[in-house]
């Protein structure tokens, strides 16, 4: 009777998370097409603020900014992130590498606003003595690779940890070089992380608010900061239609992203079995 109770009252509460968790973008996305100005009256189906939304300039602006610094961020943020990993799992003594593990770590741990702060201050006195950088778009690509670095450095570190340190050495005993270790066989094994990487870092980027305060100048507001901003003189329907677009293609993407990751798995599988089937017999 108790194992029946705990069961039911597991798969309860699993219900009940996920309610808490999704129902309110169900909800949101419901009343992106209400045709009310009211963003919790619901009058009639409409696309009204789907066509709104393609006339808010400003908005699509702010839009394709946090999509230009999330796309590139990512990129800066997968690419020393990786490096680090690499530092901190494949070389285990070398001077500071205490130093190092420290300093990638503190952003995971660092409240966003000390951070943001941090930067800023710092960025005001290189300005002040070199003249440069403005704030603006490269400033806020710094504080938001700073922050996904840290993040790429996990996931990568956490896929190496997986990986067999046997297959480099075998493919160094057969005569190939450090970089073709790298491409030939550590590549292809790192890209499910690598691609996992990318999209965790891309969607923090997006959607960060502090960093970019901190650290946008006139003209350069992201979406999020956009939303922020009219949230607190109250919320215009139009915001509910651009969340569900992002909500669209963030399914679509961690979807796809989810099935290549699963089918690089299994492929990664089938060719180790077969290699060791092929090295037995």
Do not use: C
């Amino acid at each position: 009777m108790s194992q029946t109770l705990n069961k039911y009252f597991g798969k309860a509460w699993m219900l009940a998370v996920y309610a808490f968790l999704y129902l309110p973008i169900v909800t949101l996305v419901i009343y992106s097409f209400n045709d009310s100005r009211l963003v919790t009256v619901w009058s009639h189906a409409s696309l009204r603020w789907y066509s709104a939304l393609a006339e808010d300039a400003d908005l699509i602006s702010a839009v394709w900014l946090s999509l230009k610094i999330a796309f590139i961020s990512a990129f800066m943020s997968v690419f020393f992130g990786t490096f680090v990993a690499f530092a901190l799992n494949r070389y285990k003594r070398f001077a500071g590498r205490t130093f190092l593990a420290s300093m990638a770590n503190m952003p995971l741990v660092m409240p966003e606003v000390i951070v943001g702060l941090a930067l800023l201050l710092m960025l005001v006195s290189v300005q002040h003595w070199l003249g440069f950088p403005e704030r603006g778009l490269f400033t806020i690509l710094l504080g938001h690779a700073l922050l996904g670095t840290a993040y790429a450095a996990v996931v990568v570190t956490s896929r190496l940890k997986e990986m067999d340190g046997r297959l480099d050495e075998a493919a160094m005993d057969l005569g190939s070089k450090p970089w073709q270790v790298f491409t030939l066989v550590t590549f292809p094994l790192l890209v499910p992380a690598l691609v996992s990487a990318f999209l965790l870092t891309f969607t923090l980027s997006f959607d960060d608010v502090v960093l970019s305060a901190f650290l946008s100048g006139p003209g350069y507001n992201t979406m999020p900061m956009v939303i922020f901003s009219r949230a607190r003189l109250g919320l215009n329907p139009t915001i509910n239609a651009v969340a569900t677009v992002t909500i669209t293609v963030v399914t679509i993407a961690v979807i796809a992203s989810s099935f290549y990751t699963s089918h690089k798995e299994r492929k990664r599988k089938r060719e180790m079995a077969l290699a060791y089937s092929d090295a037995n017999k």
